[in-house]
């Protein structure tokens, strides 16, 4: 895609490097000084200002996304790719709590046992925050939204329909929306607070309001013609430069997600719905060769946005990071989606850091849980991270996969179709182990199994140490946030519940 394409000025162009050094297209967008934080060495230097501005990252997650299905269809995406990257986890919550935290879901609190990112220490966006940088985020995924706490330190976080239910941020709103003036001037006060972006969800609006305002810019934002996973109106928001200001930008993409949804001059199957959890414990299984056609339909869909929204982002940001927070599985070890264990077809993930002369592979051990230190080093920022800097000298590492047994939603429903012993064997916690030589082992319901051979002697009894190391925060199942009516229809919606 071209700059062409885009219907603002954009702040930066000519892909990596140094933005331009003529000042009036950055205050002019920022709409006041340019804004220069964590360089107090140039601050009294606005001939210099535009030189030391801060670097700028997207860290994007594409759900659901597997490492072979990233192969097939992103080649085109140029960076350094980590080919031996695994999750910390097999599904979303946790693997987002480690992005965010730098440590193991079940340190940070936040998995099935501990569901929300309420630990008592700062989290990624809060920590760039606190050192002035503007973090915002862009989610597809209920999961990763301010119902279960992942705003923390974002100066907005948006949402698409998915997202768009009665969350915590829609109290507030509502708050807003009862406490303020009457009739028409109470919908002209919220068009305007939308339009200069006080609100936190924008999408949340629509729940309530899409039809009532008259606002042309507030309509064209919820226009979607078939329901979204994210990627249009991504790609749309960032086309209007609805992000200009971001210095970190924080986005989770759901098309690679069941229900596989793409555009229908994608689809080259039938509808491929099915129930994940009959699938997995019992011999009703679909058709698998369908169902994996189905998901690369989405794949192949996403891929042709994710290079739109790549080329807008390359421009916009010193970094981009993709990379995936979990697999998916078609039927093999007999299991579907995303339901249970460690399978390192669950597990593996793609991570590629696009920047500035970075290309290549790199065949080391990494984790998921390392994209936290390498963005706090790259911004500059000094926190607590078990993660090790993927654009630095890695390290030979073992590093621990947790799965932590079935969300307590979940566990019930299983519970009134299967027998207890079944649904409790599929609710063992299960853990795997990443090392050098491109080691996996993994604990299955079976019993150990593993690929590549490991420079540790005793891999079973390693795991079992790495695990017992770890601080958990995860104890008690009954900690869930609560969630409405609405919540849970949509979580049941993604095969969460
Ligand atoms: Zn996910």
Redesign the pocket.
């Known amino acids: 895609m071209s700059s062409s394409d885009s219907p603002e000025p954009l702040i930066w162009n000519g892909g990596w490097g140094r933005r331009p050094v003529s000042g009036t297209g950055i205050s002019s967008t920022l709409s006041g000084t340019p804004q220069i934080r964590n360089s107090p060495a140039y601050a009294f230097h606005p001939l210099k200002l535009t030189l030391w501005l801060m670097t700028r990252i997207a860290l994007v997650?594409l759900?659901?996304l597997r490492k072979d299905a990233f192969d097939q269809h992103f080649s085109w995406l140029p960076g350094r790719r980590f080919e031996q990257a695994w999750s910390t986890a097999k599904?979303?919550?946790p693997?987002?709590a480690s992005l965010f935290t730098g440590t193991y879901a079940s340190e940070a609190g936040a998995n099935a046992n501990s569901e929300g990112l309420d630990r008592p220490e700062p989290v990624l966006a809060e920590l760039l925050s606190r050192a002035e940088y503007t973090p915002r985020a862009f989610s597809a995924?209920l999961?990763?939204s301010p119902v279960f706490g992942f705003d923390r330190g974002f100066d907005s976080f948006e949402g698409t329909w998915r997202v768009n239910v009665n969350s915590k941020g829609i109290t507030g709103w509502r708050e807003l929306f009862q406490n303020s003036h009457s009739g028409a001037k109470k919908y002209a006060t919220i068009a305007k607070g939308m339009t200069a972006g006080w609100y936190r969800i924008l999408p949340s609006i629509k729940t309530g309001l899409a039809q009532r305002l008259t606002d042309r810019y507030v309509r064209t934002l919820f226009e979607q013609p078939h329901r979204d996973d994210g990627a249009a109106p991504l790609l749309r928001s960032l086309q209007q430069n609805r992000y200009a200001d971001a210095d970190f930008l924080f986005v989770?993409l759901?098309e690679a997600?069941a229900p596989y949804d793409p555009p229908e001059s994608y689809r080259t199957t039938e509808d491929a719905s099915y129930d994940e959890v009959a699938a997995t414990l019992t011999d009703d299984e679909p058709d698998g060769r369908l169902v994996r056609g189905a998901y690369n339909d989405s794949v192949r869909y996403l891929a042709d946005q994710y290079e739109r929204i790549f080329a807008e982002l390359q421009r916009r940001f010193d970094y981009v990071i993709t990379l995936?927070?979990?697999g998916e599985l078609f039927g093999e070890h007999g299991s579907w989606r995303?339901l249970h264990g460690v399978y390192p077809e669950l597990t593996r993930i793609p991570i590629v850091i696009s920047g500035e002369g970075l290309s290549g592979a790199c065949s080391k051990t990494v984790s998921l849980l390392d994209v936290h230190r390498t963005i706090l080093d790259l911004l500059n920022v000094e926190a607590v991270s078990r993660g090790q800097n993927l654009l630095g000298t890695i390290d030979d590492r073992f590093y621990l996969v947790e799965y932590e047994g079935l969300r307590a939603a979940r566990l019930e429903k299983m519970r009134d179709r299967y027998p207890d012993e079944l649904v409790r064997s599929y609710d063992r916690p299960l853990n795997g182990l990443a090392g050098p030589n491109e080691y996996y082992g993994y604990q299955t319901l079976e019993g150990w199994e593993e690929r590549g051979s490991s420079t540790a002697e005793n891999p079973p009894l390693l795991l079992r140490e790495l695990a017992a190391s770890i601080t958990r925060r995860d104890e008690d199942r009954q900690s869930s946030v609560p969630v409405s009516e609405d919540v849970r229809a949509r979580l049941e919606d993604l095969g969460y519940a």
């Open positions: 997650v759900d659901t599904w979303t919550m693997a987002h995924n999961m990763v989770n759901m997600h995936s927070d979990h995303h």
